[in-house]
């Protein structure tokens, strides 16, 4: 099993030591700007201009530009050869390739759809590989946040390469005696079923023991708890969340603004 | 002083028709280091529960009988206040732990981040047990990534760090390899020579033996013997209950029966009593 089971690097710089609920309030208000704001080369521009710069400034560059490009670039793709063939509200045609017609519509509108989802993803990825989950969780908690809702959060993080491996355990005993898992696609998937009720009823059983484990640790003790991991905060840092917050909804005011407006 | 003290304790699991535990009489001494032995189902798990007070709190049914641990009755306080004093630690290593935590270190302080406890004395504490469980070595790791032994070191660390006034332990080396149990074991055994309460439900007849100040022997939910280890492992009533016996009183039987030891001598369970009863007859 992998020693982390996040994206966190653990680097000394200036956006690391920043408060995590600061750099997720900056992923939100980032991704409202991309998604509300008109003008087809803004979501790009505050990917190459903010995001990118900000990675570096983290110390994340590389693992930033790579992880993106592992993240997105089959789904690009994908969209593009989509869209530029396939977008219905297609006129103008650029070129032809045999019976498909490839229009500027829909390269306009993939190219759209793409760099907003790059903004999404990049946000993400910057507040991800610079923050502690740990203190996100308790920052968000100390916040009001219920202790059990960040637990759930954090503990789905771990829980999945948990259940991958109980899950290939199972597989590999039912193969023993003579399950066939092999073969073509259907003869895969027909070979799944066998492998829910095992999986599922197991981990109910390890659900009780897990309940008692942490119950067994105070969880449900009725006093405000503390945290292991210092988290920084600064009153400026508290305006810059109240601006990013501020510019966020002014977005969304203008966009409903423009809507109603070109309606009348 | 008794710290555990059960009276008359009766009690069914939810919709079930038979008694878990019937009729228990049992005080443990402060300080003192009580194994309960027994076949499984015989209501090892059970009397650990019940101590903890995760029955009532987390297995309902009925309970009936009076208990109280470390001053107060646990059917009455909240479970909260129960695991302050009582800390359990089971079988299953991987299922203690919490599963919100990235290191050890993070997994042990999550109790008393619990408790609320201030963050300073948070440090001291956590460096403090990772060194007495010897799992300093371990603090940055992700506690998934550990063997059995160590995770369940871990779990012993966690529980630990609360500072209960008692330790129960129901069989936390069932699922362990011979080397993770050692370094579990020994962690136990230097806690019992520092004079904590240990209650301690374990298979392991020759290490209890060893250690325990007494031995309580359950069979369908009854106590069938409770006395010194001596008194307990020699009795030739447990393997009708389906508790094994000391693998030293097995030689020392059949030894009787090839003369090698002697007529009336009593039956040893530890190494050095057999041993001692063995340089009587080979000169």
Known sequence: MPERMSFFIPRESRIHSLNPLTKLTLAFSLIIIAFFCPGLFLPITINFLVLVPLSFLGKVGKEFIQTSIRLLLPLFAFLFVMQSLFYPGGKTELFGIWIFSVTSEGVVFAFRTATRILVMVSSFLLLLLTTHPSALMSDLARRGVPASLSFIITSTLQIIPQMQAKAATIQDAQRSRGLDTGGNLINRIRSLLPLVGPLVFSSLVDVEERAIAIEARAFTLPVEKTSLVEIPDSPAEAILRWFLAAVAIITIGYRIWLSLSSRI | ?283
């Open chain 2, 1 to 283: 002083m008794a710290v555990i003290e059960l009276k008359n304790l009766t009690y069914h699991y939810p919709l079930s028709e038979t008694p878990a535990l019937q009729s228990i009489d049992l005080e443990v001494e402060e300080g003192e280091f009580l194994a309960i032995v027994g076949a499984n189902g015989a209501g090892k798990s059970t009397l650990c529960y019940t101590i903890s007070g995760f029955i009532p709190h987390f297995f309902k049914g009925e309970l009936a009988g009076s208990v109280n641990v470390a001053g107060m009755d646990p059917t009455k306080a909240n479970l909260g206040t129960c695991v302050q004093k009582v800390g359990l630690v089971f079988q299953n290593p991987f299922n203690q732990i919490s599963g919100s935590k990235f290191t050890v270190y993070e997994e042990i302080a999550f109790g008393l981040e619990n408790l609320g406890v201030d963050p300073q004395e948070m440090r001291e504490r956590v460096d403090e047990i990772i060194r007495r469980t010897r799992i300093a070595d371990l603090r940055d790791r992700s506690p998934y990534a550990l063997s059995g032994g160590q995770q369940q070191r871990v779990a012993l660390a966690s529980i630990l760090v609360m500072k209960p006034q008692i330790l129960v332990l129901d069989e936390p080396t069932s699922q362990l390899d011979p080397i993770g149990s050692q370094e579990v074991f020994q962690v136990i055994k230097e806690m019992a020579l520092q004079g904590m309460t240990i209650v301690m439900a374990e298979h392991k007849v020759e290490w209890l033996a060893e250690y325990a100040d007494r031995v309580l022997a359950l069979s369908a939910g009854q106590i069938i013997k409770l006395g010194t280890p001596q008194e307990v492992f020699s009795s030739s009533e447990l393997p009708k209950h389906g508790v094994g016996i000391s693998r030293y009183t097995q030689v020392a039987r059949r030894a009787l029966q090839e003369n090698l030891w002697l007529e009336g001598r009593r039956m040893p369970v530890t190494l050095d009593e057999s041993i001692e009863g063995f340089r009587e007859i080979i000169p």
